[in-house]
């Protein structure tokens, strides 16, 4: 799929086509990140640094059950 990049105002943009919007799940207001990638860009609505930090967390929760526990009386 071919997009043009397009002035918008002082900015340059590329709009996305409807089809694409609702594939990836999104609509007008909504962010999409752009990681690089050894082959290229990926363009998606998921954060994944966002996502490696919460599974780091999700990790010390289940090691540190017990000590969370007694945090949390």
Known sequence: MELAIRSIGNSAGVVLPKEVLNRLRV???????????????KLTPYNDEFAKQMNI???IMREDRDILKALAK
């Open 27 to 41: 609509d007008k207001g909504d962010k999409l990140y752009l990681t690089e990638t050894e082959d290229g860009y």
């Open 57 to 59: 967390a999700e990790d």
